[in-house]
C-alpha cells in the first residue's frame, strides 16, 4: 500500500512484545516479520548466522579482518561438521549433505533399542526413537495450492 509504512522485525522479544505492537498500531505503522522479497530464503543459512550471532563466545568486535576470518572458518567447521541441528533430526549439515543422516538414524535406533530392552521401566509412554529427517526445511512453507504459509519460530 503506498505511503503505508511498515516495520519489518527478526521477531526479536522487543518487536512481538504487546506493548510495541500496540504502540505501532495507535502510529499506523503495521508490522511484518517476513522481509520483502525474501520468500525463498534458505533456512540453513538463516540457522547458521543466528547461532553465529548468539554464541557465547562471539566477540563484540574483531581485532582484524583476518580474527573474523579465523573466527568464522572455525565456526563453519564446527557448525556444518559437529553441531547437531533439531531441524534435521539432530544431525549435521555434514551427516545430512553426504547422504549419512539415515544410516545415522538407524543406528541410533539400535542403541535407543538396546536401552530400552534393558531399562523399558525408564519409557513411561512408548519406546524411544530417533528424531526423523525431515524431506525439506523451510523457512516459509509453501502451501500446496497458493501463497506461502509464514514461518513459526
Request: charge should be positive.
Amino acid at each position: 500500500m503506498p505511503g503505508q509504512l511498515t516495520i519489518h522485525s527478526d521477531r526479536g522479544s522487543p518487536m512481538v512484545a504487546q506493548n510495541v505492537a500496540q504502540m505501532m498500531a495507535g502510529l499506523g505503522v503495521t508490522k511484518s516479520h517476513s522481509r520483502p522479497k525474501t520468500s525463498n530464503g534458505n533456512p540453513y543459512s538463516e540457522s547458521q548466522y543466528k547461532t553465529l550471532k548468539y554464541r557465547h563466545d562471539f566477540p563484540k568486535r574483531f581485532g582484524s579482518l583476518e580474527d573474523a576470518r579465523a573466527r568464522c572458518t572455525q565456526f563453519f567447521t564446527w557448525y556444518n561438521e559437529e553441531h547437531r541441528h533439531s531441524g534435521i533430526g539432530l544431525h549435521t549439515p555434514y551427516d545430512v549433505h553426504f547422504g549419512l543422516a539415515e544410516q545415522l538414524r538407524e543406528m541410533r535406533a539400535d542403541v535407543l533399542q538396546a536401552v530400552y530392552a534393558k531399562h523399558a521401566e525408564r519409557c513411561v509412554r512408548k519406546p524411544p526413537e530417533p528424531p526423523k529427517v525431515p524431506a525439506a526445511a523451510w523457512i516459509n512453507k509453501p502451501a500446496p495450492d497458493g501463497p506461502l504459509i509464514p514461518a513459526q519460530r
